[in-house]
């Protein structure tokens, strides 16, 4: 086995890593951020939970987060509640940096 061999096995792994922590994350803060939707829809406990893990659901649906927001969007709208894309956007930024330390604490 060469230098280069550890060296591309290395970046592989950290690659790997990183990209695993890049998808908690995202499904932590999709999560978060379900559960920050569900107490504006009245939700609470189990309802809420539920809802949460419909909203982690509904980023597999495209790539990106326009199917989060998607939902969220016409969730809040069909409930009476009209809520901006843009509204979402800024909550989902914030709730990104808690779902980080999150899971930054976890892996520690």
Same mark, same amino acid.
């Given at each position: ?23 908690? +994350?995202? &499904?932590?803060?999709? =999560?978060?951020?379900g ?5 504006? #829809?009245? /939700?609470?406990? !189990?309802? %809420? ?6 909203? +982690?659901? &509904?980023?597999?649906? =495209? ?8 939902? #969220?969007? /016409?969730d809040? !709208?069909? %409930? ?12 989902s ?16």
């Amino acid at each position: 086995m060469t230098t280069f061999d550890d060296r591309e096995k290395a970046f592989e792994a950290k690659y790997e890593h990183d990209e695993g922590l890049k998808f908690k +994350v995202t &499904a932590r803060r999709n =999560k978060l951020l379900g559960l920050w939707a569900a107490g504006l #829809l009245g /939700k609470t406990g !189990a309802d %809420a939970e539920a809802y949460a893990k419909e909203v +982690v659901m &509904a980023d597999f649906e =495209k790539p990106g987060d326009s199917d989060v927001m998607d939902k #969220l969007v /016409k969730d809040f !709208a069909a %409930a009476g509640k009209p809520t901006e894309e843009h509204t979402i956007r800024k909550q989902s930024e914030h709730l990104a940096v808690e779902a980080k330390k999150q899971i930054m604490s976890e892996v520690r």
